[in-house]
């Protein structure tokens, strides 16, 4: 019945054309907690996200939500715009978040072959629109899993996403079967029907790839129509297809000559629709062959071959341990730098094509036989988004950081554990526990049984300090988060001892350090501040100097701390420097209480001459 009601409501507004006027969406009040430097839009520069005030920015986010994957709210994240709001709002406070990608389903915006459903989109652009007023960045995707859910039988033991039912209708597919799989993916290269009908799609086999970017246009535009001109400002760009692959290659092609030959051109088409819906000045975020990057099944891939695509285009990849998923593979848990050369891979392709990158998908299942694994695997993940230099090498080797990884992990939705959905249409299977998809359960986040959102995994996982803005070029970058496997404390980067102070001063606590170069930028670097750092417990030392309990901000403070844009009580530390080319550093760490000046002098030494033998 909720579903109904939002259905009728979007079709009413639809009718009444309070969301479908010409040029900018309707007027709406400022993010709440913004500032003169904040909500400014992205793009790309020199291998960076930048914003308008010259900054590199990072983004760290979740996906929202495999919810769309299923029937129960009609292909929509949400059921309702108040769900999408209460999301949000914990996505910042709980998960630190400033960036979602906010997926979309083909099937539910063109049910009818060159129909679009406007109260879908409407429905879509609202929920939107919830995490753009809390402040949250947004990238859309349409995303696929399996081609379409309606190649599937409903006794199947699989289902898929993505394409409509008349699309599969076309193809007079043969009747689905994956043999013997024993994970989902399995059905990319083992189901008959799933193949023939991705190679039909590249191929643009009854038209199916023009009807696709027709629609993604419509969709386009829709969206830059019916959200304001700020919301907008907030939307970063498009996922144009979600975890491409062939299906069966022609005679004499591989993966690196489809990707030139079909994957490219698709995206240069999709390009042009974004220019003709009018989003110009945002990048396209495209994807390489969904295995090139694997550590089980891979293929030759990345984007080899189509030159420096550039500013208009952003490296987009997935990265999941295929290994430690099996159960198999790898026995034991990840360990510190166990993943520092596959992010390097993404680093070093994104730079080689003349942009920067964002791994789009990234995590671990939380439940079944490899759920103990979680814990070690994710925060290795985070670790090599942050640095390419493993703990236990980066204090001797920050230099070789590397830029800071932009990244959304898989999944934030409210709803695991609570789903009603009919697999395949089938009465007899109503699956409620995990993602209700395919048996996985990746969710970070839950309700509990009083309708609040909770966490799924350790909030100091989760929670993380990040450079969301440097105001200058950011030369290395480390977080140590503290986080549990269990009871015990994972420290894969404790601080040296040829740093006594530094380490006295950061103790058992969290810590991170951000060295980066000035560039006379007006706007202060700005690092997100976890829950687990109450003003109270927050110590700064830097060469722009030292607080406890840092000062509220203002433009003549160095050091000050500030809310988050969008009024969720989330908050960040705001460093301001007015030089050019200066080297500077920061520590923040949560573990002193009441340091004394001389501790906070003689660390700040410490810092000083480390960063100027490390950086000269």
């Not at 969406?25 to 430097?37: E, Y």
């Not at 080319?581 to 009441?594: E, F, I, K, R």
């Amino acid at each position: 019945m909720p579903n109904i009601r939002l259905r009728l409501l979007a079709v009413l507004v639809v009718l009444f054309g309070s969301l479908t006027v010409a040029g900018a969406g309707p007027a709406t009040a400022a993010v709440p907690n913004s500032l003169w430097f904040d909500g400014t839009a992205l793009t790309v520069s020199n291998g960076r996200f930048v914003d308008g005030q010259g900054r590199e920015v990072v983004l760290r986010g979740y996906n929202v939500s495999g919810e769309t994957k299923l029937d129960e709210n009609h292909g929509l994240p949400f059921a309702s715009v108040a769900d999408a709001r209460k999301s949000a709002t914990a996505l910042r406070a709980l998960g630190g978040g400033n960036s979602v990608r906010f997926l979309l389903s083909w099937a539910y915006a063109e049910p009818v072959r060159g129909q679009v459903d406007t109260a879908y989109l409407a429905a879509a652009t609202a929920q939107m629109g919830a995490f753009l007023d809390a402040g949250i960045r947004v990238y859309p995707d349409f995303h696929q899993d399996l081609y379409s859910r309606h190649l599937f039988d409903p006794d199947s033991w699989y289902t898929g996403d993505g394409a409509p039912k008349w699309a599969v209708d076309l193809g007079n597919y043969p009747d689905e079967s994956c043999g013997i799989c024993f994970l989902w993916g399995q059905n990319i290269t083992q189901n008959g029907a799933v193949k023939a009908a991705q190679y039909d799609f590249w191929h643009n086999a009854y038209g199916l790839q023009d009807s696709f970017l027709t629609t993604a246009q419509k969709t386009m535009a829709y969206i830059k129509q019916n959200l304001s001109a700020e919301q907008f400002t907030g939307v970063l760009g498009f996922d144009p297809y979600n975890e491409p692959y062939a299906g069966t290659y022609d005679s004499g092609q591989a993966s690196r000559t489809w990707e030139r030959d079909l994957l490219w051109p698709f995206y240069v088409k999709f390009r042009a629709r974004m220019d003709a819906a009018g989003w110009t000045d945002k990048p396209a975020l495209v994807e390489p062959n969904l295995f090139w990057n694997g550590n089980v099944s891979k293929e030759e891939g990345g984007l080899l071959d189509v030159g420096t695509i550039g500013s208009r285009y952003v490296f987009n990849t997935h990265f999941y341990d295929q290994k430690a998923i099996s159960g198999i593979l790898m026995w034991g848990n990840a360990s510190d730098g166990q993943y520092t050369t596959d992010f390097g891979t993404v680093r070093d392709r994104a730079s080689a094509l003349g942009t920067t990158a964002i791994v789009s998908e990234f995590g671990h299942p939380l439940n079944g036989s490899t759920a103990g694994k979680a814990p070690t695997v994710l925060k290795a993940m985070y670790q090599a988004l942050d640095s390419r230099v493993k703990g236990a090498n980066w204090w001797t080797a920050p230099a070789t950081s590397g830029p800071v990884l932009s990244g959304s992990q898989w999944q934030w939705d409210i709803y695991n554990g609570r789903h009603h959905e009919l697999m395949n249409g089938n009465p007899d299977k109503v699956l409620t526990t995990g993602d209700a998809w395919n048996d996985e359960d990746l969710s970070a986040v839950r309700l509990d049984d009083s309708g609040t959102a909770v966490l799924r995994q350790d909030a100091r996982l989760l929670d993380r300090i990040y450079p969301s803005a440097t105001s200058g070029s950011t030369l290395a970058f480390t977080y140590e988060d503290r986080s549990r496997d269990g009871s015990t404390t994972l420290t894969w980067n404790p601080v040296p001892s040829s740093l006594p102070n530094v380490s006295s001063l950061v103790g058992s606590g969290q810590y991170s350090l951000l060295v980066w170069r000035s560039n006379s930028g007006s706007a202060p670097t700005e690092l997100h501040l976890p829950a687990s750092f109450p003003n109270a417990s927050t110590t700064v030392v830097s060469d722009l100097g030292t607080a406890y309990a840092p000062p509220a901000y203002t433009s003549t403070t160095p050091i000050g701390t500030t809310a988050e844009p969008g009024g969720t009580g989330s908050r960040r530390l705001l460093l301001t420097d007015t030089d050019s080319g200066t080297l500077h550093y920061a520590l923040v760490t949560n573990g002193a209480t009441s340091p004394s000046a001389a501790l906070l002098s003689a660390a700040r030494s410490e810092l000083a001459a480390w960063t100027a033998s490390k950086f000269s």
